[in-house]
């Protein structure tokens, strides 16, 4: 059984930055496409980053290009996410989401496994 489980959420000043970061447990995380959703309270769940197995292809979403850096280490089996110059519109639920391997889009119904969320909260 896979899990995936988010830490570095927190609350931020309107430009600041956060890292969040993502473990993937039960298989191994070179096994998955690796994205960040994020749910903002009533609203739709929003694609923010995807990244392939291999590190290297990559898609950002419109509200976050130019803004927001994905990694992964398959060593560590862990996702990140780094994001900078934040806006009050960034707070959201953000969610660490796996996918199978051959997998590269922006839809969050092709991503099997998630995790619980972690809560980004940016003030004004």
């Known amino acids: 059984q896979v899990h995936l489980v988010e830490s570095g959420g927190g609350l931020v000043q309107a430009g600041g930055s956060l890292s969040l970061s993502c473990i993937i447990s039960?298989?191994?995380?070179?096994?998955?496409?690796l994205s960040w959703f994020r749910q903002a309270p009533g609203k739709e769940r929003e694609f923010v980053a995807t990244?392939?197995?291999?590190?290297?292809?990559?898609l950002y979403g419109d509200s976050v290009k130019g803004r927001a850096l994905i990694s992964r280490d398959n060593v560590k089996n862990e996702v990140y996410l780094q994001m900078n110059s934040l806006k009050p519109e960034d707070t959201a639920a953000y969610y660490c989401?796996?996918?199978?391997?051959?997998?590269?889009?922006?839809?969050?119904?092709?991503?099997?496994?998630w995790g619980q969320g972690t809560q980004v909260t940016v003030s004004s």
């Open positions: 989401a796996a996918a199978r391997d051959r997998v590269f889009d922006t839809r969050w119904t092709t991503h099997e496994w």
């Open positions: 039960g298989r191994a995380s070179s096994e998955f496409t």
């Open positions: 990244i392939m197995n291999d590190g290297v292809r990559i």
